[in-house]
C-alpha cells in the first residue's frame, strides 16, 4: 500500500526559482494537508484542503499556492522560493473532517533554498 | 503562543526501562490528543490517542495518560526497545479544519 506519496524526495533551489511539490494519495481520503517542519518546531499547517475543489489558508501560507487537482492529488507551490521557506514539507490526509481521525502522512519533501 | 509544548528536546533512557515523554498544553478548548512518531527521513506515524472524556488509554506497551486540571499528557512506553528510538510529537486538532497543533518533538534515545 503506497499511502501517501510525495515527489521529489530532495530539492535545491536558488532564491527566486519556482517550483511545484507533489503530493498523491491512494486512500479514498477526502481532506489533505500540507505542513512544513522547522528545526526544534513543530509541524506548521500551510493550506488544506477539506473536500476536492476546496482550499484554505492554515497558520502559514504566505509565499505559496496550492491546487486540489482532484481527489488523489495535492500540491504545494512556491512561485518565487526565498531562503526562509528551506525546510521539511509534509503532506498529509484523513478520510473526512470530523471524528478524531488521525492524519496519514507522507514521507516529507526536503527542500533547500539558497 | 505555542499551545502544545514538549519541554525536553531529548531523552535517552536504558533498554527495558519506562519511557515517559511528556506534554503540556494552554488552550483548554482541545478535547483530544494524538501522539505520533518519527524516524529520520520518515514522515510521521500516529501511534495513540487519547480524547478528553478520559484519563488513560493503552495500546500495548503503550499507554498515553491526560490530566486535563493540569493541562498536562504524558506517553509511558514499557519496556522500552531499541526500535522505539525515534522522534515523538504530541498534537491536538483545533477548527473545524481539523489543523493539528504540534509540540515541538522529544527526541527518545534507547540505550541497550
Known amino acids: 500500500n503506497a499511502g501517501v506519496t510525495q515527489t521529489p524526495k530532495f530539492q535545491v533551489l536558488k532564491t527566486g526559482q519556482s517550483m511545484t511539490l507533489q503530493c498523491a494519495q491512494d486512500?479514498?481520503?477526502?481532506?489533505m494537508y500540507w505542513y512544513r517542519q522547522d528545526p526544534g518546531m513543530g509541524l506548521r499547517l500551510i493550506y488544506y484542503?477539506?473536500?476536492?475543489?476546496?482550499?484554505d489558508k492554515g497558520e502559514v501560507p504566505n509565499g505559496y499556492n496550492v491546487s486540489r487537482l482532484n481527489k488523489r492529488e495535492f500540491s504545494l507551490r512556491l512561485e518565487s522560493a526565498a531562503p526562509s521557506q528551506t525546510s521539511v514539507y509534509f503532506c498529509?490526509?484523513?478520510?473526512?473532517?470530523?471524528?478524531?481521525?488521525?492524519?496519514?502522512f507522507g514521507d516529507g519533501t526536503r527542500l533547500s533554498i539558497l | 503562543d505555542q499551545q502544545v509544548k514538549q519541554n525536553s528536546p531529548s531523552l535517552s533512557v536504558q533498554e527495558g526501562r519506562i519511557s515517559i515523554l511528556n506534554c503540556d498544553y494552554t488552550?483548554?478548548?482541545?478535547?483530544?490528543f494524538l501522539w505520533y512518531k518519527k524516524y529520520p527521513a520518515e514522515g510521521p506515524t500516529f501511534l495513540i490517542s487519547?480524547?478528553?472524556i478520559k484519563d488513560k488509554n493503552e495500546d500495548g506497551r503503550f499507554t498515553v495518560f491526560l490530566n486535563k486540571s493540569a493541562k498536562h499528557l504524558s506517553l509511558h512506553i514499557v519496556p522500552s526497545q531499541p526500535g522505539d528510538s525515534a522522534v515523538y510529537f504530541c498534537?491536538?486538532?483545533?477548527?473545524?479544519?481539523?489543523?493539528?497543533?504540534w509540540g515541538a518533538g522529544t527526541k527518545l534515545i534507547i540505550k541497550p
Open positions: 486512500m479514498n481520503h477526502n481532506s
Open positions: 484542503s477539506a473536500s476536492e475543489g476546496t482550499t
Open positions: 498534537a491536538a486538532p483545533r477548527g473545524s479544519n481539523y489543523q493539528l497543533i
Open positions: 498529509a490526509s484523513i478520510p473526512g473532517q470530523g471524528n478524531n481521525q488521525p492524519q496519514h
Open positions: 487519547i480524547s478528553s
Open positions: 488552550n483548554s478548548m482541545f478535547d483530544y
